[in-house]
């Protein structure tokens, strides 16, 4: 007994030693090297404090701010440690009711024309840092008057925040929002 025993307590502990300790130091060692921002939460420092992370999406609700899209991630707006789609189905009416408030928030904000899915809609991870370009244009007019600056700048800023299908064929383009608030505040405005 103690002879079929002994291998499988010894491959236990080595492959626990090698995938459980080895192998995620390593992995993380290599990041450090080649990847430090991404490895260390790809954080955004203004006037040497962390404002956020590229990657995680966080709530501005001043109207002199671009706006995220809606939230999942409960009753705290973009709470990282509680990541996860609402998983409601679209039959659900407290979804449907929850995307009807929020168009009509939208239309008292000055959308008049197509609301884009992205302005109503949840990300599936809840922390989505970004939003369409349609969604960022929609909400020029806002942050214009909100700021008193011409429409045209504001537009500026989020053609320079847009970002594009990675490698030119993966994904959509997106403007994340953090850094165009962030180029907003860097442009002298309010």
Known sequence: MVQHLRPAIVMTLLFTLLVGIIYPFAITGAAQVVFPAQA???????????????????????????????SATGDILYNA???SG??????????????????VKLRSDGVTAGV?????????SGLDPHISPANALDQVARVAKA??????KVKVLVDQNTEGALLGILGEPRVNV?????????????
Not at 180 to 187: S, T
Request: net charge positive.
């Open 40 to 70: 260390n939460g790809s954080l955004i420092t203004k006037n040497n404090v962390v404002v956020g992370s590229s990657l995680i999406g966080q709530n501005f609700a001043d109207p002199k701010y671009f706006h995220p899209r809606p």
């Open 81 to 83: 440690s509680n990541s």
């Open 86 to 103: 609402s998983n409601l189905g679209p039959t659900s009416q407290k979804l449907v009711d929850r995307v009807k408030g929020d168009v």
């Open 116 to 124: 884009p899915a992205d302005a109503v809609t949840t990300s599936a």
């Open 147 to 152: 700021r008193n600056l011409p429409a045209d």
């Open 178 to 190: 953090l850094q165009l608030n962030l180029a907003l505040d860097a442009a002298g405005t309010n």
